[in-house]
C-alpha cells in the first residue's frame, strides 16, 4: 500500500521508524545489562571466596572406583 492512500507522509514514516529503532535500541541495552550483572554477580562470588583465604585443593585427576 501506498503511503499516500493510508496517510502516512514520509516525516510520519521515518518518525515511526526512529521510534521502533529507539525502543529496540533500549531493549537490547537493558539485556545487555542483565548479562553484565549475572557475569559481574560469578565474579563478585570469586572475590569472596579468595577474600576468605579458603584453601585450594590439589588438582587430581579423576579415577573410576574399579
Same mark, same amino acid.
Given at each position: 500500500?501506498?503511503?499516500? !492512500?493510508n496517510g502516512m507522509t514520509?516525516?510520519?514514516?521515518?518518525?515511526?521508524r526512529w521510534m521502533e529503532?529507539?525502543?529496540e535500541g533500549t531493549s537490547t541495552s537493558a539485556r545487555e545489562e542483565n548479562?553484565? !550483572?549475572e557475569v559481574l554477580a560469578v565474579f563478585r562470588g570469586l572475590a569472596e571466596d579468595?577474600?576468605?583465604g579458603g584453601?585450594?585443593?590439589?588438582?587430581a585427576p579423576w579415577e573410576p572406583p574399579w
Open positions: 500500500m501506498r503511503e499516500a !492512500e514520509g516525516a510520519s514514516t521515518r518518525r515511526l529503532a529507539l525502543w548479562k553484565k !550483572e579468595s577474600a576468605r584453601k585450594v585443593r590439589e588438582y
